[in-house]
Every structure is written in structure tokens, then in C-alpha cells.
T-cell receptor, first 111, second 113 residues
Framework: SQQGEEDPQALSIQEGENATMNCSYKTSINNLQWYRQNSGRGLVHLILIRSNEREKHSGRLRVTLDTSKKSSSLLITASRAADTASYFC???????????FGKGTKLTVNP | DAGITQSPRHKVTETGTPVTLRCHQTENHRYMYWYRQDPGHGLRLIHYSYGVKDTDKGEVSDGYSVSRSKTEDFLLTLESATSSQTSVYFC????????????FGQGTRLTVV
């Protein structure tokens, strides 16, 4: 089964609002990553958080990691129409290089 | 952009025929991956490689084989294509070190009729 499971599956918001997506995973990890995919394109890396980190920021992105709950969240602040995409979390199972993705959250930001 | 290319980008093939997809990288990265993406399933790992001639199965490896005879090339073969293997296939490479990002190819859309 897939390691990461994102929630919600779909999210629709207005421009300027914040978007929060969650990811749960099953095994121990060395790091957790978030990726973005525009329709029909390859995935692009957004941010990586290590297992010993609890929070990380990159521009309008904020990622949190709770290893005790095996969960992570991605917050996009002040969203823009250009943020419309699917977002995936990925983990290395048991700290290996077996990189496993979840099913993703489809975000729609309405102008 | 990381140097990773997939070929072909689109392919239509008939049920029962063999198909090989190629992933080529110019980054000299050790780890390479093949995923398939289907609606409602996200990305599912098919096979991955951790070095020349070193490969391992992912979560949906049945019906697929891989080979890596050179660092730069990772081939995915469908020995006898079935309609259930109609999908978009993505190749990825993982940068050096333990905490690095993956880079993705543009994908191959495969249709089995």
C-alpha cells in the first residue's frame, strides 16, 4: 500500500485564502517531501523536512512534521490562481531510498 | 533543470505486445525510479534502482521488468502489455546524499488497445 495518504483529496478556495493539506504515513522515515504537479506535467519538488525537524518555511509554504503521529501538513498562505495544481507528499520508507508517494490533494484556487 | 528525459513521450500499442520505455539522465545520480500515475491512485512505485544492475520492486511491479546496464539509463519493459497498464509513466532520479530531492521526467503516456 502507499506510504503517504493526503487529505483532503480535493480543495477549492478563493485567491488570498490559505490552503492546508495533510499527509499521513505508516513507517519510520528519514525525511518527508512535498511535490507539486501541474496538469499533465512532471512533479516538481517544493520542500523537504527531515525527521528531526518540526517545522520548515519556504516563501509562502510552511510544512510541519509530527513523527509521533506520523503526519505532516503543508500550508500555502495567500494563495494565488497559479497555485492551482495537485500536491503530493513523499516519504522514504524506513529511511531507505524507496521513495513512495501518496494519492495527492488537488487544489483549485479561484480568482 | 535536472537532465532527465523519457522516451517515447506517447505510445499506443496493442495488447500482448512488448513495450520498453526509456529513462535517460545526465546527472550521474545513483537512484532511479519508475512510477505509474492513474486517476485516484496518485503515483505508485513500480521498480527502482540503486545502482548499475541493482534494482528492486515497488508496490505494483507485477507485469513489469527493469534493467539498468549503465548509470544513465533505466529501462522499463512491459513483457506483454495489457489494457490495465494504460497509464502515464514517470521516471525520477534522486540526488546524491540522504536528504535530497527527486527530479522527474515529463512522463510517457502509454495506451494499450
Amino acid at each position: 500500500s502507499q506510504q503517504g495518504e493526503e487529505d483532503p483529496q480535493a480543495l477549492s478556495i478563493q485567491e488570498g485564502e490559505n490552503a492546508t493539506m495533510n499527509c499521513s504515513y505508516k513507517t519510520s522515515i528519514n525525511n518527508l517531501q512535498w511535490y507539486r504537479q501541474n496538469s499533465g506535467r512532471g512533479l516538481v519538488h517544493l520542500i523537504l523536512i527531515r525527521s528531526n525537524e518540526r517545522e520548515k518555511h519556504s516563501g509562502r509554504l510552511r510544512v510541519t512534521l509530527d513523527t509521533s503521529k506520523k503526519s505532516s501538513s503543508l500550508l500555502i498562505t495567500a494563495s494565488r490562481a497559479a497555485d492551482t495544481a495537485s500536491y503530493f507528499c513523499a516519504t522514504d520508507q524506513g529511511g531507505s531510498e524507496k521513495l513512495v508517494f501518496g494519492k495527492g490533494t488537488k487544489l483549485t484556487v479561484n480568482p | 533543470d535536472a537532465g532527465i528525459t523519457q522516451s517515447p513521450r506517447h505510445k499506443v500499442t496493442e495488447t500482448g505486445t512488448p513495450v520498453t520505455l526509456r529513462c535517460h539522465q545526465t546527472e550521474n545520480h545513483r537512484y532511479m525510479y519508475w512510477y505509474r500515475q492513474d486517476p485516484g491512485h496518485g503515483l505508485r512505485l513500480i521498480h527502482y534502482s540503486y545502482g548499475v544492475k541493482d534494482t528492486d520492486k515497488g508496490e505494483v511491479s507485477d507485469g513489469y521488468s527493469v534493467s539498468r546496464s549503465k548509470t544513465e539509463d533505466f529501462l522499463l519493459t512491459l513483457e506483454s502489455a495489457t489494457s490495465s497498464q494504460t497509464s502515464v509513466y514517470f521516471c525520477a532520479i534522486l540526488g546524491p546524499g540522504r536528504n535530497t530531492e527527486a527530479f522527474f521526467g515529463q512522463g510517457t503516456r502509454l495506451t494499450v488497445v
